[in-house]
């Protein structure tokens, strides 16, 4: 089955640029998106289309791809962002597959 | 203002029925593919289901197919998911989401709050 793979987490110091990688595991990769979701809440679309971003989403949230890896950077990153972030994506069949998360912590 | 509530949750045995609502708001509900997608306690997202605007199209996780059935009723702007031949592995808050189809590829542009359907005798 297709799968889309994350780092559990990462850690970094305010101010600092978080990088999160989502890599899938065959070729060829649809386009992915990002959600941020923070504790007792639901996801929110950062990213769309590997590198777009919605309306009301802050500039510091950027969106890269590369072969079968897709990038969520946050540059300047503030203590507000602290939260688990999933990519999304599909496989050949069209079904939606989600990435295990990543938990971001602000030191 | 786009609004996506969901309601119908609670605790169910093994083996039982439960039916999801979704009530949306702020936007032309016909219009648009709608989904249901599941978080297990402590877990990540799962896309359980999808139903296009005119339910012409309705797709389904392996996981629940030939248990769940996704519906809609246009008319009132209202998304369901009738859960039958519940398991403990179906707890979760399920999640009533947009797909605002700007692409060819899905997406969730709008959530609601989430729903917690509870399997436990």
């Known amino acids: 089955s297709y799968e889309l793979t994350q780092p559990p987490s990462v850690s970094v110091s305010p101010g600092q640029t978080a990088r999160i990688t989502c890599s899938a595991d065959?070729?060829?990769?649809?386009?992915a998106y990002w959600y941020q979701q923070k504790p007792g809440q639901a996801p929110v679309l950062v990213i769309y289309?590997?590198?777009e971003r919605p309306s009301g989403i802050p500039e510091r949230f950027s969106g890269s791809s590369s072969g079968t890896t897709v990038t969520l950077t946050i540059s300047g990153v503030q203590a507000e962002d602290e939260a688990d972030y999933y990519c999304?994506?599909?496989?050949?069949?069209?079904?939606?597959?989600f990435g295990g998360g990543t938990k971001l912590t602000v030191l | 203002e786009v609004q996506l509530v969901e309601s119908g949750g609670g605790l169910v045995k093994p083996g039982g029925s439960l039916r999801l609502s979704c009530a949306a708001s702020?936007?032309?509900?016909?219009?648009?593919?709608m989904n249901w997608v599941r978080q297990a306690p402590g877990k990540g997202l799962e896309w359980v289901s999808s139903?296009?605007?005119?339910?012409?199209?309705?797709y389904y996780a392996d996981s629940v197919k030939g248990r769940f059935t996704i519906s809609r009723d246009n008319a009132k702007n209202s998304l369901y998911l009738q859960m039958n031949s519940l398991r403990a592995a179906d707890t979760a808050v399920y999640y009533c989401?947009?797909?605002?189809?700007?692409?060819?590829?899905?997406?969730?542009?709008?959530w609601g709050q989430g729903t917690l359907v509870t399997v436990s005798s």
């Open positions: 989401a947009r797909d605002p189809g700007h692409s060819s590829s899905s997406t969730f542009d709008c």
């Open positions: 702020g936007f032309t509900f016909s219009s648009y593919t």
């Open positions: 139903i296009s605007s005119s339910s012409t199209y309705i």
């Open positions: 065959a070729l060829p990769k649809q386009y």
């Open positions: 289309k590997d590198s």
């Open positions: 999304q994506s599909e496989d050949n069949s069209g079904t939606v597959v």
